[in-house]
């Protein structure tokens, strides 16, 4: 039984499985889904034998968006015709909550991969661009639908796809709302790779989790950090930092192991110490 409600979450060391989990309603993201991410991406963080996540759909999709009823009722405020300045202002903490939902994702130090089938409509293509490498099947299809319900979106969507996909795709798919295929979405480079159905792209995420999780913990952690920094800043920044974070993980017993492994040609063994 999974302690959560929404997600269901498998371990299999080093890789963490995190499932939406509500087939029925095309996991539609609800009440919990926006509570949950925060908990399970921290305990992923800190869990020493986790090195990879993945993030997937059960059932018929990724994710058909946003729960537009479950949500209204937990944000009355987007109702509310008479707005005074006391409900924005109280709008505005609900939202930054929901930001850092999917936040979380980025926040997590190990890379999380997004394994996509079927539809990622809103949250779900803002969910899938805080992942660190997005694979899809070749019935996926992408939709950055906000715009077309009524709203900015203001999860991160219009932060992060930009610097996925260059500003005219992401301008493109922002005003328009329009749905893509998963050729077009790797045309534009939202994907990295299509594979024929979920179960190859299930299978793909976990050979692509393997790799990753194959090499010394602390470098590819340490390489998503400078990633992530270096997303908006000059080289000359990105150089400072990442001096910096390289001078805070040398010397690590998995350096020596990488050269002892080699020099004895043996395959080596790594331990994020
Ligand atoms: C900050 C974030 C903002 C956003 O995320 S904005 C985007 C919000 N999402 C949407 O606008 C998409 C809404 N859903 C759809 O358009 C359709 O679904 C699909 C095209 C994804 C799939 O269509 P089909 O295959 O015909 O399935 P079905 O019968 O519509 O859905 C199955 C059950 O799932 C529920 N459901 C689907 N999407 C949502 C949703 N986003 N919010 C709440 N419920 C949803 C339906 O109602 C239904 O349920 P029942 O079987 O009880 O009738």
Redesign the pocket.
């Known amino acids: 039984m999974s302690q959560y409600e929404f997600y269901e979450v498998i371990k299999k060391p080093p890789v963490a499985w995190v499932y939406l989990n509500r087939p029925?309603?095309?996991n539609?993201?609800n009440p919990p889904a926006w509570k949950e991410s925060i908990p399970i991406f921290e305990d992923i963080d800190k869990d020493p034998d986790i090195r990879v996540a993945v993030i997937a759909g059960r059932g018929?999709?990724f994710s058909?968006?946003?729960?537009?009823?479950?949500m209204a009722g937990e944000m009355p405020e987007l109702m509310d015709s008479d707005q005074k300045g006391g409900v924005k202002w109280s709008l505005l903490k609900k939202i930054s909550a929901?930001q850092d939902a999917i936040s979380c994702i980025e926040w997590c130090r190990k890379p999380v991969i997004a394994a996509i089938h079927g539809?990622c409509?809103?949250?779900?293509l803002?969910m899938a661009t805080a992942c660190d490498i997005r694979i899809c099947a070749a019935d996926a299809v992408f939709?950055l639908?906000?715009a077309?319900?009524g709203?900015v979106?203001?999860?991160g969507v219009l932060q992060r796809i930009p610097r996925i996909v260059g500003q005219g795709f992401a301008r493109e798919l922002a005003y328009t709302a329009k749905t893509i295929d998963a050729q077009k979405a790797a045309q534009m480079l939202l994907v990295n790779e299509i594979y024929p159905d979920a179960a190859a792209v299930m299978e793909g995420a976990e050979k692509l989790a393997a790799q990753i999780a194959d090499n010394p913990p602390l470098a590819v952690q340490a390489s998503k950090d400078v990633l992530n920094h270096g997303a908006e800043k000059s080289v000359e920044d990105g150089l400072k930092y990442v001096a910096s974070v390289s001078a805070n993980i040398i010397p690590s017993k998995d350096l020596m192991e990488a050269i002892a492994a080699f020099s004895e040609k043996r395959k080596p063994v790594f331990t994020g110490e």
């Open positions: 029925d309603k095309k539609a993201m018929p999709c058909a968006g946003i729960d537009l009823m479950g929901m539809h409509i809103g949250a779900g803002d939709c639908k906000e077309a319900v709203f979106a203001d999860v």
